[in-house]
Nanobody, 125 residues
Framework: QVQLVESGGGLVQAGGSLRLSCAAS????????MVWFRQAPGKEREFVAR????????YYTDSVKGRFTISRDNAKNTVYLQMNSLKPEDTAVYYC??????????????????WGQGTQVTVSS
């Protein structure tokens, strides 16, 4: 059974830091791109950052550049999101996603997307 389990959320004051973890299990993810999304109350889910398992290349949305860092630990099959200089507008439920690029054919055992259950991040002013 494929699972993505997020952890590390919580309540922090503005300017503080949190590190989110996404533990992946149930299959190999070497072909996948690991992505962090977030969804604030009343807003649509938005992209935050992504990393490729294969080469570790990263990409961030503009609003978190210089503050957030996405990384991976291949041995632990875990992806991290280090969040520094947090702002109240970073408050959201953060979701981990494993996405299979469109250039690779998906199947029953290799789905296009897997999602975690989400972890709440609340930044107080």
């Amino acid at each position: 059974q494929v699972q993505l389990v997020e952890s590390g959320g919580g309540l922090v004051q503005a300017g503080g830091s949190l590190r989110l973890s996404c533990a992946a299990s149930g299959r190999t993810f070497s072909n996948y791109v690991m992505v962090w999304f977030r969804q604030a109350p009343g807003k649509e889910r938005e992209f935050v950052a992504r990393i490729r398992w294969s080469d570790g290349s990263t990409y961030y949305t503009d609003s978190v550049k210089g503050r957030f860092t996405i990384s991976r630990d291949n041995a632990k099959n875990t992806v991290y999101l280090q969040m520094n200089s947090l702002k109240p507008e970073d408050t959201a439920v953060y979701y981990c996603n494993a996405h299979l690029p469109d250039t690779i054919v998906a199947s029953i055992t290799m789905k296009r997307d897997y999602w975690g259950q989400g972890t709440q991040v609340t930044v107080s002013s």
